[in-house]
């Protein structure tokens, strides 16, 4: 544990799951096949990446604290199998 840094606030998430079941899937399939950070309410995606560990630490590069957010995989969109 390191003493020289503050204690951040846990995230409150009880607002996340209403808002999240209702982001936009128009909006959400922007980031399709994408790891993304929502809010910790839910409201919107504030990072995305290619997968999970280089988006941690891009943020952490950035002077972003990752375990503020809540992290969720989107899968890829279906693709037309019709020929």
């Known amino acids: 544990m390191n003493r020289n840094q503050p204690t951040l606030p846990v995230p ?7 808002n999240r079941a209702k982001f936009p899937p128009d909006e959400l399939a ?12 839910g409201t919107r995606i504030v990072a995305s990446g290619d997968d ?4 941690w ?5 950035s002077g972003v604290d990752p375990s503020q957010f809540v992290w ?12």
């Not at 409150?12 to 209403?18: G, I, K, P, S, V």
């Open 12 to 18: 409150d998430l009880r607002q996340y799951a209403e």
């Open 57 to 61: 630490n891009e943020m952490k590069a």
């Open 30 to 41: 922007k980031y399709a096949g994408k790891c993304v950070a929502f809010s910790a309410d």
């Open 52 to 55: 999970f560990l280089t988006l």
């Open 72 to 83: 969720s995989d989107v899968p890829p969109l279906e693709e037309d199998t019709q020929l």
